[in-house]
């Protein structure tokens, strides 16, 4: 569902909006050199020439207003058809020698870019009768509307026509080309878009596989596990023995618990959206040594204090990544190790903040420490984990833009 507007819904909008900024820079080109080629008319006091520029101007002023509350079709057609009407009006006033008629060049050029290509009648309506008011121009001489302006009008009017049209023209193909490479930058980046939520997509599909079936057996292995003590502890009658099938249950169940917070903090990690806001790291180390306070019996925790003014991230990942790594620490002690220690060092520089999170428990194998991220990953069958909580710890590291790195070895 989230790939549908990439592939439908944006080219169609980008296009609709490519075609009213085409039309509102050519209304405001046009309109500059309307006023720029109508000095001659003025100069000469030609009322007839004059009052049909104010009315092109009226009609230009309606289209842009109409292209701007996003009537892009209505605008364009006005357009198209009074001016190619206009022109020919004005051609009919001044003769051909005043070269009213090049004006046919930009609107011919414009109009496979202004208008709708998809409504095909309309489209070669608008191109026949522009194409047959420019040729009726050249046909059609002093009939009743020719007004024989002055010899040094034409001289003045001819050449500035001409130079307006040329430079609507080549202005008009230059926005059409850098609308052009705009969409298909705009492309480009939709096609790497899409890419990415395929990519993310098929990720998620594998995940989920792999997710059931792992789901599906850690679920079940401890409520086995418990059942089966409980028809154990049916048949036995020594106090010592059923207290031993209780811690055995309860780790059981403990264990389950686990998983079940893992899976819960997987979902929120992939669900949520990023929430940057203020974090007071010394108090979120706490809190996640707090959390985990059933398992640091015997072992000497000390967390460095830094001042950690002005750093921004998001709350619930790094609480994630906190409760995870301490979690592991704690877990994975060595009974041996006098004394068991955990150590935490935050530090910041005002722009990055850095965690180091050593301890001398049970360690890892060298070949195993490039896998402990991948989920439900584990070193031992009878590994405490799920196998989960480091992969999750590397997505939320992800989602803020971090990294994480481990060193260890098997003790």
């Not at 011919?108 to 009768?129: E, N, Q, R, S, Y």
């Not at 790094?318 to 004394?339: D, F, G, M, V």
Request: charged fraction near 20%; proline fraction near 3%; charge should be negative.
């Amino acid at each position: 569902m989230e790939t549908t507007p990439l592939i439908s819904v944006e080219p169609y909008l980008e296009g609709e909006k490519k075609r009213q900024r085409l039309l509102s820079k050519l209304i405001k080109v046009a309109v500059l050199l309307i006023l720029l080629s109508s000095i001659p008319e003025l100069y000469y006091g030609i009322v007839e020439s004059i009052l049909l520029i104010g009315i092109t101007l009226v009609i230009f002023a309606v289209a842009y207003y109409l292209n701007k509350e996003n009537q892009t079709d209505i605008a364009a057609n006005i357009i198209i058809l009074s001016l190619s009407l206009l022109l020919f009006v004005q051609t009919l006033q001044l003769g051909t020698a005043s070269f009213t008629q090049v004006y046919y060049l930009p609107l011919v050029t414009g109009i496979p870019f202004i208008l709708d290509t998809k409504k095909k009648v309309l489209f070669i309506f608008h191109l026949a009768h522009v194409v047959f008011f420019c040729l009726a121009s050249f046909i059609i001489e002093d009939v009743f509307l020719h007004i024989n302006p002055p010899l040094e009008f034409t001289d003045m009017n001819g050449p500035i026509n001409m130079l307006c049209a040329l430079f609507m023209s080549a202005f008009f193909m230059w926005s059409m080309i850098q609308d052009t490479i705009k969409s298909q930058s705009l492309l480009m980046l939709a096609k790497q878009r899409l890419e990415q939520r395929n990519d993310s997509l098929t990720k998620s599909n594998q995940e989920l596989d792999h997710l059931v079936y792992s789901i599906s057996h850690d679920l079940r292995a401890p409520i086995a596990t418990a059942l089966g003590l409980i028809e154990v502890s049916r048949l036995e009658s020594d106090p010592e023995k059923l207290r031993y099938y209780e811690s055995l249950k309860e780790s059981s169940l403990k264990r389950l618990d686990n998983f079940i917070i893992d899976i819960l903090n997987y979902l929120k990690n992939n669900r949520m959206d990023l929430s940057i806001e203020p974090i007071d790291i010394q108090a979120e180390i706490q809190h996640a040594i707090q959390m985990n306070a059933l398992h640091n019996s015997g072992v000497d925790i000390k967390v460095e204090e830094i001042i950690c003014d002005g750093y921004y991230s998001d709350r619930n990942r790094i609480r994630i990544i906190l409760n995870n790594l301490i979690s592991n620490a704690l877990k994975y002690t060595r009974e041996e190790a006098q004394p068991k220690y955990l150590q935490i060092k935050p530090s910041y520089d005002g722009t990055h903040l850095k965690l180091v999170i050593q301890d001398n428990g049970v360690g890892i194998h060298s070949e195993y420490l490039d896998k402990i991220f991948l989920m439900f990953f584990k070193t031992d069958e009878k590994s405490k984990g799920s196998g989960i909580g480091l992969y999750i710890t590397k997505e939320a590291v992800n989602k803020i833009f971090g990294t994480i790195e481990v060193e260890s070895k098997k003790m």
